[in-house]
Structures are given as C-alpha cells and as structure tokens.
C-alpha cells in the first residue's frame, strides 16, 4: 500500500499532538454544555475516534452519513443524506466533525440542514482545511491542519475506499491514480 505514497504530509506523531491541543480546546469552550460530536462517516471516523478521547467532558457521540453527487474527486454541492442522526438534537451542541474542508460545499449544506433542526448550537471541527478551494462560506471552527491544494490520502481519507488506514496523511503518487 505504501508504495504509492510519494511523500507524508502530515506524520502520526504531528497528528497525534494537534488532536491533543485541538481536544483541549474545545474541553475548555464546552464546559458545562451537552454536547452532541456528529462524524461524518466514513473518512472523519478515525480523527473523531482520538479527539473523543481528548475532550474531558460528558458527552454523545453519532454519526451521518452523506454523499455529493459528482465524480469522487470533486464535490458538486448537491448533497444527499444516506444515514441520518438517530434522535433530535434541540436540547445539544452540535459539533460536527469533519475530515477536510475542501470546497465547503457539503458543509454549507449540512450546518444549514442541522440548524433546521433548532439545536442549540452549530460549530465544526476539522482536521484538514484546504482553503484555497473554497467555494462556500464556510469557516471551520476548529482547524487541524491547513494543507495546500493537493490531494491527501491516510488517517480516514480515502482513494477509491483505499488508504484510510495509514496512519499519517499523505500525497499519494501519480501512478496511484492511473492504476485504479
Ligand atoms: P467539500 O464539499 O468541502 O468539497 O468536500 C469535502 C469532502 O470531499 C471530504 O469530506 C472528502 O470526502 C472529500 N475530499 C476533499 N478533498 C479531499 C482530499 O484531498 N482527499 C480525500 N481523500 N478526500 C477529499
């Protein structure tokens, strides 16, 4: 599997730290309210999986699971809810949890979806941003890591279903592309 990384971009040590800052800072904003910390299945399952750990609060956790139509590298806007919360969220903090924020546009969507639903709060953690394609007005609440524009595979990302594994993130090598 490795062969087809060209180089790491972010390494286990480097991820591990900022999820440790990034879950003391919202164990510091969230004191004393119920939250509810939403993933978004199926790439933000292992950065949702450490952060849990690193928030020191009470809380609940769940899931949606959503899809762009479009080809698989690139989102569309239209967006289609495959697997919805399993209960109402108008008493909770909604803390969506997200892979990388790359157009915005399944953001957008969603925190507009959620606040339908009158919960008392919408915010979004995100281990990676990719500003530079920003298509949407959206802004994460909590960022792990900025990364350029390119296309990173590893710790819950994707290709083609491959690579969420790894244990860092990574850009993977042109030939990845062309044999699958
Ligand atoms: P957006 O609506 O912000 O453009 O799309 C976000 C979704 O696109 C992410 O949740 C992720 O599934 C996918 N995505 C965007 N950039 C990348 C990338 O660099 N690598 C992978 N594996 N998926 C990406």
Known sequence: M????DRVLI???ELGKRVVELGAEITRDYEGKKILVLGILKGAVPFMADLIREIKLPLAYDFMALSSYG?????SGVVRILKDLERSVEDVHILIAEDIVDTGLTLKYLKENLR???PLSVKVVTLLDKAARRKADVTPDYNGFSIPDEFVVGYG???NEEYRNLPYIGVLKQEAYEIN
């Open 116 to 118: 339908a639903r009158n």
């Open 157 to 159: 990302l994707d290709f």
């Open 11 to 13: 390494s286990k040590e």
């Open 71 to 75: 080809v698989s590298t690139q989102s």
């Open 2 to 5: 490795e062969e087809y990384i």
